[in-house]
């Protein structure tokens, strides 16, 4: 029989009331089907806001192939790491908020545009306008900080060359400019690092045609050396932390997120190798009554990027995405009371496979 | 500070020494461009007992493996990193000797103490003969870990992958395990124990950082969450 309308054949997951006001909000599930496969061993390259930090080792944790390729040297500390910037992302370049400064990186690593050599002196120490924050005690001298910044752009031109696909969550549409050299800097000067000087540094509330035009020009250029890499957009649900409008924050952060969402909906409707992931959604849904942000109302909890990439897990393998489950033992031999020596036996042989194939040439 | 450039001549960040649980570490490292020497020298059995002698020689003391095929490879790993024994090493030792957990709680090893209901009672598994018995089984690797701590070398002992075969007694493996676990640290051994990133609610490993082919290994998944964890204490 003909359905009456569309919606009669659409299925349940279509519907809000089954599909988000009804269940239980951590038994929601469906809200990702992947355009794409994507393999436990294709490498995962990701970049973008302070949620994104939280990504790579949720991916590798659930079993994927999070692509670090910018390691931090031996004989750091854990929070020597940390504070250097090592292991946020797939390459040291700290925070990516906007599009523009995604496109600027890639320029820059890819030989499109040549960075500004300019350091910004911090006492006797020496910091890099567009990594602010990647090393608190700042470099010895311009050189040495240049040369740090060329072993970033030398891991950034890695890490999109080898990616099957690249994670970007785009976090604000506000940032500041240059006006001497046209660049984009990733946070405002003056507040992590730098002096503020008005004459130079302007603010810019990205429009969404700039945005659109920069992320399509960033994966253009990406796409140069890897024609085959797939990009995966997310929207930070984190909200800004201020604005530089002179609007209230609150709707300052609805133009921001609203933006970038719908660059990354018209980015996956132009190009079937780019994707949409709705981790905006699944933190700041009404549903969830902000239930995954700290008392600041900022922070996404842990809680919260596990939800996030439990649906994602779920998405990539076609699963629920619910709480999980005690998982059922992998397939294994019958066990009887009298094992034999024969039982044990295999096992011996598959480590010693195992062993073998190690040493196997590739 | 300058980034060491990530190529295969970069100077080894560890030395790998383990059984083929070792295989998905190194595997790892390799893939992510991590300069290291090493990997699975033997299989887990060959390392509980009798697998290694002491020597000394003008560089120090050094370890010789009894199996031809482990020397040979240990020795091919010391000329890589340019050390004439162990005592010359100059990087952090990696290693997974003695965590055959799977090997000890081999069911007929523990049919003397089942109940009547075939099971290993708790009790038992608690209690100080049980703790004698799997540090007897397994005397050989503790003595490796107190040799190698008490050269002064760093060490990090790597625990399996949470894989019970069924030729094993899971209430056992868990054990055992934990009794190496404790045996080890004693001896100074840094452990690395990821089971609350890589084991489900069962305790078991997640099917996502298994094997497919077989009931024991951890897969190259698996292997990425330790070297992370490697990387993260400084190797």
Same mark, same amino acid.
């Given at each position: 029989?003909?359905?009456?309308?569309?919606?009669?054949?659409?299925?349940?997951?279509?519907?809000?009331?089954?599909?988000?006001?009804?269940?239980?909000?951590?038994?929601?599930?469906?809200?990702?089907?992947?355009?794409?496969?994507?393999?436990?061993?294709?490498?995962?390259?990701?970049?973008?806001?302070?949620?994104?930090?939280?990504?790579?080792?949720?991916?590798?944790?659930?079993?994927?192939?999070?692509?670090?390729?910018?390691?931090?040297?031996?004989?750091?500390?854990?929070?020597?790491?940390?504070?250097?910037?090592?292991?946020?992302?797939?390459?040291?370049?700290?925070?990516?908020?906007?599009?523009?400064?995604?496109?600027?990186?890639?320029?820059?690593?890819?030989?499109?545009?040549?960075?500004?050599?300019?350091?910004?002196?911090?006492?006797?120490?020496?910091?890099?306008?567009?990594?602010?924050?990647?090393?608190?005690?700042?470099?010895?001298?311009?050189?040495?900080?240049?040369?740090?910044?060329?072993?970033?752009?030398?891991?950034?031109?890695?890490?999109?060359?080898?990616?099957?696909?690249?994670?970007?969550?785009?976090?604000?549409?506000?940032?500041?400019?240059?006006?001497?050299?046209?660049?984009?800097?990733?946070?405002?000067?003056?507040?992590?690092?730098?002096?503020?000087?008005?004459?130079?540094?302007?603010?810019?509330?990205?429009?969404?045609?700039?945005?659109?035009?920069?992320?399509?020009?960033?994966?253009?250029?990406?796409?140069?050396?890897?024609?085959?890499?797939?990009?995966?957009?997310?929207?930070?649900?984190?909200?800004?932390?201020?604005?530089?409008?002179?609007?209230?924050?609150?709707?300052?952060?609805?133009?921001?997120?609203?933006?970038?969402?719908?660059?990354?909906?018209?980015?996956?409707?132009?190009?079937?190798?780019?994707?949409?992931?709705?981790?905006?959604?699944?933190?700041?849904?009404?549903?969830?009554?902000?239930?995954?942000?700290?008392?600041?109302?900022?922070?996404?909890?842990?809680?919260?990027?596990?939800?996030?990439?439990?649906?994602?897990?779920?998405?990539?393998?076609?699963?629920?995405?619910?709480?999980?489950?005690?998982?059922?033992?992998?397939?294994?031999?019958?066990?009887?009371?009298?094992?034999?020596?024969?039982?044990?036996?295999?096992?011996?042989?598959?480590?010693?496979?195992?062993?073998?194939?190690?040493?196997?040439?590739? | 500070?300058?980034?060491?450039?990530?190529?295969?001549?970069?100077?080894?960040?560890?030395?790998?020494?383990?059984?083929?649980?070792?295989?998905? #570490?190194? %595997? @790892? +490292?390799?893939?992510?461009?991590?300069? =290291?020497? !090493?990997?699975?020298? $033997?299989? &887990?059995?060959?390392?509980?007992?009798?697998?290694?002698?002491?020597?000394?020689?003008?560089?120090?003391?050094?370890?010789?493996?009894?199996?031809?095929?482990?020397?040979?490879?240990?020795?091919?790993?010391?000329?890589?990193?340019?050390?004439?024994?162990?005592?010359?090493?100059?990087?952090?030792?990696?290693?997974?000797?003695?965590?055959?957990?799977?090997?000890?709680?081999?069911?007929?090893?523990?049919?003397?103490?089942?109940?009547?209901?075939?099971?290993?009672?708790?009790?038992?598994?608690?209690?100080?003969?049980?703790?004698? #018995?799997? %540090? @007897? +089984?397994?005397?050989?690797?503790?003595? =490796?870990? !107190?040799?190698?701590? $008490?050269? &002064?070398?760093?060490?990090?002992?790597?625990?399996?992958?949470?894989?019970?075969?069924?030729?094993?007694?899971?209430?056992?493996?868990?054990?055992?395990?934990?009794?190496?676990?404790?045996?080890?640290?004693?001896?100074?051994?840094?452990?690395?124990?990821?089971?609350?990133?890589?084991?489900?609610?069962?305790?078991?490993?997640?099917?996502?950082?298994?094997?497919?082919?077989?009931?024991?290994?951890?897969?190259?998944?698996?292997?990425?969450?330790?070297?992370?964890?490697?990387?993260?204490?400084?190797?």
């Amino acid at each position: 029989m003909c359905p009456l309308n569309p919606y009669q054949s659409l299925p349940v997951r279509s519907f809000w009331r089954p599909a988000v006001a009804e269940p239980d909000p951590l038994d929601i599930e469906g809200v990702w089907v992947p355009k794409f496969a994507l393999g436990q061993d294709d490498p995962v390259v990701t970049a973008g806001s302070c949620f994104a930090a939280r990504i790579g080792r949720a991916l590798l944790d659930s079993g994927m192939n999070w692509f670090d390729a910018e390691p931090a040297p031996p004989g750091l500390t854990r929070e020597e790491r940390q504070e250097r910037g090592y292991g946020a992302f797939s390459f040291r370049t700290g925070n990516i908020y906007t599009p523009a400064v995604l496109r600027q990186w890639l320029s820059w690593a890819l030989g499109q545009a040549e960075p500004p050599q300019e350091a910004w002196a911090d006492g006797d120490r020496w910091v890099d306008p567009y990594r602010p924050a990647i090393e608190p005690g700042g470099f010895a001298s311009p050189a040495e900080m240049l040369r740090s910044r060329d072993v970033t752009l030398a891991a950034v031109r890695t890490a999109v060359t080898e990616a099957k696909c690249l994670v970007f969550t785009m976090g604000l549409t506000e940032a500041w400019r240059d006006a001497v050299d046209g660049t984009v800097y990733p946070t405002c000067p003056g507040t992590v690092r730098g002096t503020f000087d008005a004459g130079r540094h302007s603010p810019h509330n990205f429009t969404f045609a700039e945005a659109h035009r920069d992320m399509t020009e960033a994966i253009a250029m990406a796409r140069l050396v890897n024609p085959g890499l797939r990009i995966l957009l997310t929207v930070s649900p984190q909200p800004l932390t201020a604005t530089a409008t002179g609007g209230h924050a609150l709707p300052a952060n609805g133009y921001s997120k609203s933006v970038l969402r719908a660059v990354a909906g018209q980015l996956a409707l132009e190009d079937p190798d780019v994707d949409y992931f709705p981790s905006y959604e699944l933190i700041t849904g009404p549903v969830f009554g902000g239930r995954f942000f700290g008392p600041n109302q900022r922070t996404v909890t842990p809680e919260g990027v596990d939800f996030v990439m439990r649906h994602f897990m779920a998405g990539l393998h076609g699963l629920h995405s619910g709480p999980a489950q005690p998982q059922p033992q992998p397939r294994r031999t019958d066990v009887t009371d009298d094992v034999t020596a024969t039982d044990a036996s295999s096992t011996d042989a598959a480590c010693e496979d195992a062993v073998l194939d190690y040493y196997s040439p590739r | 500070m300058r980034t060491p450039s990530l190529t295969t001549t970069a100077p080894a960040r560890f030395l790998l020494l383990g059984d083929s649980h070792a295989g998905p #570490i190194g %595997r @790892a +490292a390799r893939n992510a461009g991590i300069p =290291f020497q !090493g990997g699975p020298i $033997g299989a &887990g059995r060959e390392f509980t007992d009798s697998f290694f002698s002491v020597r000394e020689t003008p560089g120090g003391t050094d370890v010789v493996f009894r199996s031809d095929e482990a020397e040979e490879h240990y020795r091919r790993f010391l000329k890589e990193l340019g050390a004439d024994g162990l005592s010359g090493l100059g990087v952090p030792l990696v290693t997974t000797f003695g965590f055959c957990a799977h090997f000890v709680a081999l069911r007929e090893n523990w049919d003397l103490y089942r109940d009547r209901a075939g099971a290993v009672p708790p009790g038992f598994l608690d209690s100080p003969l049980f703790d004698a #018995i799997v %540090r @007897a +089984a397994v005397r050989d690797a503790l003595a =490796f870990y !107190g040799r190698a701590v $008490g050269l &002064g070398l760093r060490v990090l002992a790597v625990l399996p992958p949470q894989r019970v075969p069924g030729q094993s007694d899971p209430a056992v493996f868990m054990a055992a395990q934990e009794r190496v676990r404790l045996a080890v640290a004693e001896l100074g051994a840094e452990i690395v124990d990821l089971r609350r990133r890589t084991a489900g609610p069962d305790g078991l490993q997640r099917p996502a950082l298994c094997e497919p082919d077989d009931e024991i290994h951890g897969n190259l998944a698996f292997g990425r969450i330790i070297l992370s964890e490697l990387l993260d204490r400084g190797l």
